[in-house]
């Protein structure tokens, strides 16, 4: 078989693509637009041909489900879902109520909001009875995917594929035609997940709790002295920003709490300065004769406002060193440990690399708003009771915005359109506003659906597509149609 320039081009193009991606070379939105300016750069595809992704309806389906999922979740908030999970629940039960409820959920809406919200629920209620969280955190994730194959909104995949069928004029895939099938893998998978991969998945320890138990070893309060030479210079200036095995996570001011501390802020007489690290290290500091001393009262380490987050595998964060990004600034909280593969991450924190699924432990200031974390970091604790503004309206909204959506999902009307009304009734009614649309919409999961149409443009365009389907079906042709489906579900999978 002959590869032109043109073929080869682009099947280098794609193997950079999977192997960046496995590799974690680069975050995938990064990997996604290098590949595509290759594929421009070698004149594939046309710029034209790039940006038809962001005229493709299907696409911009996604992101208004999204915010109609951002919208219905507000009305109804966040005490709908805590009271789904009862405390006297035996672990069978509770696992059992979660996966048909995530799953039922996500075949309507977006599975990874639905999961960002749910995840701190499902493992407040494991603390708060004493079971692991590492037998539902899996199901939880599967059974959102299980749902979402039961229609054909419920997974971005299946409205990626519907925005390509239209454009070859073919039969748009209709709401119900996964429904039997997508209904029987769902059940086959609760089955799985409630009697055997409950019992293979491992009892772990919540590491990062016992880790939070025991900083009250590791922080110690310090003053400043009347007199000190530190008054009246800068954290950066008086030597305290980039201490060896030490760093200062909060000052206490006539009771106003500054966390995280800016390298900028100016100490003062009687500030009480907080240290975490090594103890051994911070009591020679102490001894530098520098003005700082012990108080006489220590302080717990039960008065910070620990929080706990996990980094998605699509965050911006991922690849970034942590003193490179800003990291106080943008998210109000210091990092005091990070958990990778279940195991503490050795080294100084600020020259550590993040990586998706790495478990962070930070030291956050008790004004920051829980909820409000950009999609590069989900919390890991409940959200306070959300403060939205309720009207007499809210209610009438929030029926009127589910019959609207169930009138989409029978064609009565189209979904397009009903996504369109609303957000428009969520903007007017003050349930959402412009700074929470832009929280909730993902650029980098645009990016990367753009870029792998345009990708996906070079592949048929270069006739590689057409290569690699005939090859494939010249594979499995003697064992009939179901080993074709067969070996094109392998091809997906790698």
Known sequence: MDLNFAQLYVLGVVIFLILSLYRE???????????????????????????????????????????????????????????????????????????????????????????????????????????????????????????????????????????????????????????YLGLAVTVAGWIYLYFIGYKLLPSNTNELSVLRENLKEYIVETEVAPGSKLIGKSVMDAGLRKLQDVFLVEIIRHEKVISPVSPEEILEADDALFF??????????????????????????????????????????????????????KYNASIIAIHRNGKRVPGKVGEMHLAGGDFLLMLA???????????????????????????????????????????????????????LIMLAALVFFGVLNLPEIRRELDLSLLMILVCALAVGVALEKSGTADLVAKGLIASGKSLGPVAVLGALFLVTIF
């Open 365 to 419: 200031s008790a004004q920051r708003e829980n909820g409000n974390h950009e999609k590069d970091l989900f919390p890991l604790s409940v959200p306070k009771k959300m403060k939205h503004k309720r009207t007499p309206w809210m209610g009438v909204l929030g029926v009127a915005c589910l019959a609207l959506l169930i009138a989409g999902v029978v064609d009565l009307l189209p979904l397009f359109d009903v996504c």
């Open 25 to 179: 070379w680069l975050n995938p939105s990064l990997t996604f637009f290098v590949a595509t300016v290759a594929l421009l750069l070698g004149r594939i595809i046309t710029p034209a041909e790039l940006l038809r992704g962001l005229s493709n309806q299907q696409i911009i389906l996604i992101f208004l489900l999204v915010l109609a999922t951002a919208g219905i979740r507000s009305i109804y908030g966040s005490e709908l879902f805590a009271k789904l999970f009862n405390p006297n629940l035996k672990p069978k039960a509770f696992l059992f109520r979660m996966m048909a409820f995530v799953s039922t959920i996500s075949a309507f809406l977006n599975n990874t909001p639905i999961v960002a919200f749910m995840i701190p629920y499902v493992k407040d209620w494991a603390e708060r009875t004493g079971n692991p969280a590492s037998k539902f955190l899996i199901p939880l994730s599967f059974a959102t995917i299980l749902g979402g194959m039961i229609t054909v909104i419920g997974t971005s995949t299946n409205l990626v594929l519907n925005g390509l069928i239209a454009e070859y004029k073919l039969p748009l895939l209709g709401f119900y035609d996964f429904v």
């Open 276 to 329: 975490s690290g090594n103890t051994q290290s911070i009591y020679n500091l102490i001894k530098e004769d520098n003005g700082l001393t012990l108080p006489k009262e220590s302080v717990e380490a039960d008065e910070f406002n620990f929080v706990e987050a996990v980094i998605p595998a699509y965050s911006e964060l991922v690849g970034v060193r942590i003193k490179d990004s800003d990291f106080r600034k």
